[in-house]
């Protein structure tokens, strides 16, 4: 048994609701104990206490705070130095996994090309998929793992990493190769995305309907046969796949234990949120062409009572092609693609006014948004989506979890969740985190309540 006590903590985020996501005005409540300490066992929470009301931190009184504490003699302790403690950021939309950089279309949006004008000259995710077919699944898996140890430093334990820069069934199942060596190599918790849908393949250019097929009835069997995903994805928006294609591919993949993710309007309104409720996807992403309907088809299944309970989300039987079917799909939003493509950002002050939970995530990726920090995404939602300082924690911590069917262990500092958190330098308030947007105030990161020491 090993044993490690955090003390000196100045302030601490805790979760003692044991709700695997919060809706609506859940959002705004965030527990911060002053003057506290965190007991960590066999890599999970095992308690934790301090002062909800105490303005002083002093050693003197962590220490008071622990002594009725069971530790071992061998037990190993931290001081926080005042610091504060948090649950490590999750991270559910990425594309991590990818070839080189793409910063001559970094220029053209510059020069006033549209993401979409760009996509449509063969650049985009086409350019990507063309530089990771050259490359090896060495080379993939050594460029990935810089990027795994800069979000890990910077604050994420969590992460969900899409394939999609294949577009063909050979260099699909190479990434998803690559992401399963991650997954077994990293020591943050990696869940696995199929996105063959992330654009129609070169080889099938001017035939989407074909592309499609080849989705459903190679590709997918492939990935299912080989156990390589967790979920699969569609990009469901304009100029790439439509609502009755996206619905064809999810339904194909439910059939191989994959539940759904969707990208969903972000260029236009699409028809995403719709379908993503219609076959029950966990977490329909990017919404920046979100409207108020979209609002209310996410609502509706929210509030029903009926049907069982996957990855911690109430979901009602899937009925495919046409039944009725309907569950929790947690609306999240990507602002560092809205402010790196200078777009308008997700509503996400109408999904939490109106009940909803609302995630949040990077969409770390080489074209639109070549950026994992999760601390700069909880900034983007109080600056530009207005959410107070404890909302962005939580969408950016416990309901991004959810949104990868995680809160279980995952998301917040709870008694016997995954002791993933980590330390900043000291700070007034948890309001800090956002307001210093740019700040590097993260000292210490610690994963399964072991140091994280680096690659």
């Excluded at 007991?39 to 105490?54: A, H, M, P, T």
């Excluded at 061998?74 to 950021?89: M, N, R, Y």
């Excluded at 309907?326 to 950002?345: E, Y």
């Amino acid at each position: 048994m090993k044993q490690l006590l955090v003390k000196n903590i100045g302030l601490l985020v805790v979760d003692r609701h044991g709700k695997p996501f919060l809706c609506g005005q859940e959002m705004a409540q965030l527990e911060v104990l002053r003057d506290a300490w965190l007991l960590i066992e066999d890599g999970k929470v095992k308690d934790f206490g301090g002062s909800e009301k105490s303005e002083v931190r002093s050693e003197k009184s962590c220490q008071s705070n622990t002594s009725h504490l069971s530790l071992l003699p061998s037990h190993l302790e931290i001081d926080a130095q005042g610091g504060a403690v948090l649950p490590s950021f999750c991270d559910s939309h990425t594309h991590l996994v990818y070839a080189g950089s793409r910063e001559g279309e970094f220029v053209d949006k510059i020069r006033g090309l549209s993401y979409a004008e760009i996509a449509r000259r063969g650049g985009g995710i086409l350019n990507s998929a063309d530089r990771l077919h050259e490359l090896t699944e060495d080379e993939l898996y050594r460029q990935a793992m810089h990027r795994i140890d800069e979000i890990i430093r910077k604050g994420t334990g969590a992460v969900e990493i899409k394939s999609g820069y294949g577009l063909n069934l050979d260099d699909e199942l190479k990434m998803l190769r690559v992401i399963r060596r991650i997954k077994e190599t990293a020591p943050l918790k990696v869940v696995a995305t199929f996105l063959g849908a992330h654009a129609v393949g070169r080889a099938y250019a001017g035939r989407q309907a074909d592309y499609v097929n080849h989705v459903i009835n190679d590709m997918i069997p492939e990935v299912g046969r080989q156990g390589l995903a967790d979920f699969i994805d569609v990009f469901c928006d304009e100029g790439f796949f439509t609502p009755d294609e996206t619905g064809r591919m999810l339904e194909a993949g439910l059939k191989w234990g994959l539940r759904g993710k969707i990208h969903g309007q972000e260029l236009a309104d699409s028809g995403g949120v719709e379908v993503a409720v219609k076959y029950g996807a966990l977490s329909v992403d990017h919404l920046e062409s979100m409207t108020d309907r979209d609002i209310e088809r996410l609502k509706a299944p929210l509030s029903s009572p009926e049907g069982d309970t996957i990855d911690l989300l109430p979901v009602k039987t899937i009925e495919a092609p046409s039944g009725a079917v309907g569950g929790a799909t947690i609306p999240t939003a990507l602002p560092g693609t809205s402010f790196f493509l200078n777009m308008p950002f997700a509503p996400g002050r109408k999904i939490i006014d109106a009940g909803l939970p609302l995630a949040t995530a990077s969409d770390y990726n080489p074209g639109s948004t070549p950026s994992g920090d999760m601390k700069f995404v909880v900034s983007l939602a109080c600056i530009k989506m207005r959410l107070l300082p404890e909302e962005a924690v939580n969408a950016a911590t416990l309901n991004t979890a959810a949104a990868m069917g995680l809160s279980r262990d995952y998301g917040s500092l709870a008694k016997d969740k995954v002791a993933n958190f980590f330390i900043t330098e000291p700070i007034p308030s948890i309001d800090y985190i956002p307001y210093a947007y740019t700040q590097p105030i993260i000292r210490r990161v610690f994963l399964q309540g072991e140091e994280y020491q680096g690659a």
